[in-house]
């Protein structure tokens, strides 16, 4: 396969879509569709993301018995998605930093400790190169509505039998989903 061109189709608030144009193992010329977090891609060699966009918070409280969990609506979907709290890092932030703010605004708890962070990693590698950063931890506090009036969240902790039975009947983000499952299994 080779990549011949990128081709900005167009720019948003927070995304820009792009048309990729490749060359097939067998010769044919096809066009793939893309979005980015980056508004500025104009060669095949600038779709490699060289940072973070956003972090992903997988906590757990105190005790390691409970999971944190946003119920969220989210407009793409149409409907409530369990998730991870998750989101961007803003210019001048360090993923630690962006953790943090995120964890507050989305929930009201704090992040008391960090106990790993995993490689960077992709949200949606079939349409996007938007690449994330997992802080994993414990967090603490009392819940608070969030502070985004663009976001409707209902954060709580979840026990591994609770998850097992929402694993069963409720729509979640892929990530943690794949995540829930296997915490909720040991």
Known sequence: MKLNSV???HSGRFI???DLNYTTADQKTKIYEMISRNPDIDTPEA????????V????HDASGEKILLNKEFRLAAGEWVYNFPAGLIDDGETPEISAKRELKEETGLDLIEITDKLHDSYSAVGFSNEKNICI????????????SSVEEIEAGWYAKEEVRNLLKTEPFAARTQGYCYLWSQK
């Open 56 to 59: 992903v918070l997988i906590m």
């Open 47 to 54: 779709l490699h993301n060289s940072r973070a966009d956003a």
């Open 136 to 147: 994993v931890g414990r967090a603490d506090g009392t819940f608070a509505k969030s502070s």
């Open 16 to 18: 820009t879509r792009y």
């Open 7 to 9: 081709t900005r189709i």
